[in-house]
Each structure stands twice: as structure tokens, then as C-alpha cells.
């Protein structure tokens, strides 16, 4: 199976500023088929990109996804007070399906 | 718009079976391919089954043989009946619906339902 590591574990920032975080696969991401979810204490994991660098429905632009192959990235231009979460990328590529660890984007 | 709520969840001992439900709304379920994904408290997300729309029906390693996928379209209903139970099934199941017919390459999980607790304990 594909196995996701994310990094790094958790990210400080503060608001308004760039967030990078990062998911490389031990082995290539077919087609690209790499998503990311955000979650929230509490709450389900939400679906924000998909096929590396496709934004899902109602998420602002301010989220990019990027990458191919074994190393993909997700940017927050600006963080804004509602992002701060913990971010999961997935593979769904290859049977079965795999998730990173996660990384939280905690305030500073 | 679409909706998932998860039910069915509780303490069970080791040993012990459980059935849990995902009642769908919002969308024709019977063109979906929908799939359970756990998560352990404190932990990350683990994929644990998928159905497609045509019944076929696949399982995580760690699972296969307790647990068993099913669909009811008459009632826009998945079910995960889960047997066997080990401490290590302890977790928030989610239900998912996923963005095409099928499980397999391309299609994602583009909805998840609130999710439902499953404790494993003597």
C-alpha cells in the first residue's frame, strides 16, 4: 500500500500569514489522484482539494493545491482565524485507499 | 443538499457485533459508491470499506472477515455490520459518499457524515 507522510507535524503561524504543508508518497500517486481534508475538533473531516490541485465546492481560493507524483503541497496564501485545523492528504489511487498522519495548523 | 447521519454505535465488549448505519438524503444514492473510513481517538483517518453502486464490495486488511458492507437503495441506507470487535476498533466511524459509482482510481470522497462512536471495552 501507498504510505502518506505528511509534514511538518504541526505548523505556528499567524493569521494572515502563508501556510505550506507537505505530503510525499513512498510510491507514485496515480494520476494524481491526491485529495486533502480538513478537520476540525469535533467535527467530520471536509473535502478541500482533489486530484492534487482541484478546489472543491465553496472553498476560497486562498487554498491551492499542487504537486505530482510522489510530492504534492497544500498553500494557504493567508491564513484566516477559520483554517486553523488539522489537514489530511489521501490517496485514492491505488486499493486501498491511504491517509497521511495530518498536520495541524495550530495559531502562534 | 446532501446529508449523512451515522447511527448505530455504543460500547460493546471484545467479541462482541454491532451494527451501524448511514441514512443518506440529498442525492440519488443508488448511483453513488459510498465507504466507511474510521478514526481512533486522537488518531488519523483509516479507510475500512466501500461499496459500489453495483454491490461490489471491498475491505481493509485489518478488517476483513469481521466486518461486512452493505447497501438498502428502497432505503437510502448503508450499513456496516461489524463483528469480532477488538479494542483496536475503537473509533468514530464516518460514513462517505464518494464522487462516482465506483470505489477505485478517481473516485474520492467528497461528503462525510458526523460520524458514529464505537467503544470496544470490557
Known amino acids: 500500500e501507498i504510505v502518506l507522510t505528511q509534514s511538518p507535524g504541526t505548523l505556528s503561524l499567524s493569521p494572515g500569514e502563508r501556510a505550506t504543508l507537505s505530503c510525499r508518497a513512498s510510491?507514485?500517486?496515480?494520476?494524481?489522484?491526491l485529495a486533502w481534508y480538513q478537520q476540525k475538533p469535533g467535527q467530520a473531516p471536509r473535502l478541500f482539494i482533489y486530484?492534487?490541485?482541484s478546489r472543491a465546492t465553496g472553498i476560497p481560493d486562498r487554498f491551492s493545491g499542487s504537486g505530482s507524483g510522489t510530492d504534492f503541497t497544500l498553500t494557504i496564501s493567508r491564513l484566516e482565524p477559520e483554517d486553523f485545523a488539522v489537514y489530511y492528504c489521501?490517496?485514492?489511487?491505488?486499493?486501498?485507499?491511504?491517509f497521511g498522519q495530518g498536520t495541524k495548523v495550530e495559531i502562534k | 443538499e446532501v446529508q449523512l447521519v451515522e447511527s448505530g454505535g455504543g460500547l460493546v465488549q471484545p467479541g462482541g457485533s454491532l451494527r451501524l448505519s448511514c441514512a443518506a438524503s440529498?442525492?440519488?444514492?443508488?448511483?453513488?459508491?459510498m465507504s466507511w473510513v474510521r478514526q481512533a481517538p486522537g488518531k488519523g483517518l483509516e479507510w475500512v470499506s466501500a461499496?459500489?453502486?453495483?454491490?461490489?464490495?471491498y475491505y481493509a486488511d485489518s478488517v476483513k472477515g469481521r466486518f461486512t458492507i452493505s447497501r438498502d437503495t428502497s432505503k437510502n441506507t448503508l450499513f456496516l455490520q461489524v463483528n469480532s470487535l477488538r479494542a483496536e476498533d475503537t473509533a468514530v466511524y464516518y460514513c462517505?459518499?464518494?464522487?462516482?459509482?465506483?470505489?477505485?482510481?478517481?473516485?474520492?470522497?467528497?461528503?462525510w457524515g458526523q460520524g458514529t462512536l464505537v467503544t470496544v471495552s470490557s
Open positions: 462517505a459518499k464518494h464522487s462516482s459509482y465506483y470505489y477505485g482510481s478517481g473516485s474520492y470522497l467528497g461528503y
Open positions: 440529498g442525492f440519488t444514492f443508488s448511483s453513488y459508491a
Open positions: 461499496v459500489s453502486s453495483g454491490g461490489s464490495t
Open positions: 510510491q507514485s500517486v496515480s494520476s494524481n489522484f
Open positions: 486530484g492534487a490541485s
Open positions: 489521501q490517496q485514492y489511487g491505488s486499493s486501498p485507499w491511504t
